[in-house]
Antibody, heavy 121, light 111 residues
Framework: EVQMLESGGDLVQPGGSLRLSCAASGFTFSSYAMSWVRQAPGKGLEWVSIIYGSDGSTYYADSVKGRFTISRDDSKNTVYLQMNSLRGEDTAVYYC??????????????WGQGTLVTVSS | QSVLTQPPSVSGAPGQRVTISCTGGSSNIGADHDVHWYQQLPGTAPKLLIYDNTNRPSGVPDRFSGSKSGTSASLAITGLQAEDEADYYCQSYDSSLSGSLFGGGTKLTVL
């Protein structure tokens, strides 16, 4: 069974940093692209970032470019999201999702349960 | 306002058929980029419902179907059940924005 388990969400002050982790199981992790999608309280879904397993290429939404960094450790079946210079508008549940496709022409076939990031003083 | 526009809400009685539209433009759906649909039950993570416009993942009932035409796509649900009450999101790629986008979401209420 494909599973993703996110962790690392917390309350952080504006300007602060946080690292999210997503541990995957039930599939050949290195063969798949992994992505982060977020959902602000009471709002819709927003794609954040993706990292490919084949060549490690990464893409980011404009709203997080230059502040967030996605990475992966295939030996640990884990994908990370390093979030710096956090803002109030980054407050959201962050979901880890397995991505199917190429470039940014993708869809998300399996999702984790999410981890909550709150940016507030 | 999302580039992919969905009605904020739709409703239907048990057993009825409802459709949810997803209207885009020439740089996303109209550029022949595939549309995907997700179901988010209250308090849970999204779940893939339809991929590549019309395909259902294993385990998704055939009561759910997708279609695409021109700059729009639609999700149809037949034989509406109480358990279908959820938020539904469409998703596609936009070549002008160079990004993967979600619609604003539609809340389905089963009366």
């Amino acid at each position: 069974e494909v599973q993703m388990l996110e962790s690392g969400g917390d309350l952080v002050q504006p300007g602060g940093s946080l690292r999210l982790s997503c541990a995957a199981s039930g599939f050949t992790f290195s063969s798949y692209a992994m992505s982060w999608v977020r959902q602000a309280p009471g709002k819709g879904l927003e794609w954040v970032s993706i990292i490919y397993g084949s060549d490690g290429s990464t893409y980011y939404a404009d709203s997080v470019k230059g502040r967030f960094t996605i990475s992966r450790d295939d030996s640990k079946n884990t994908v990370y999201l390093q979030m710096n210079s956090l803002r109030g508008e980054d407050t959201a549940v962050y979901y880890c999702a397995r991505a199917i496709g190429g470039g940014l022409v993708i869809y998300f076939d399996n999702w984790g349960q999410g981890t909550l990031v709150t940016v507030s003083s | 306002q999302s580039v992919l526009t969905q009605p904020p809400s739709v409703s239907g009685a048990p057993g009825q058929r409802v459709t949810i539209s997803c209207t885009g433009g020439s740089s996303n759906i109209g550029a022949d980029h595939d549309v995907h649909w997700y179901q988010q039950l209250p308090g849970t993570a999204p779940k893939l419902l339809i991929y590549d416009n019309t395909n259902r993942p294993s385990g998704v009932p055939d009561r759910f179907s997708g279609s695409k035409s021109g700059t729009s796509a639609s999700l149809a649900i037949t034989g509406l059940q109480a358990e279908d009450e959820a938020d539904y999101y469409c998703q596609s790629y936009d070549s002008s924005l160079s990004g993967s986008l979600f619609g604003g979401g539609t809340k389905l209420t089963v009366l």
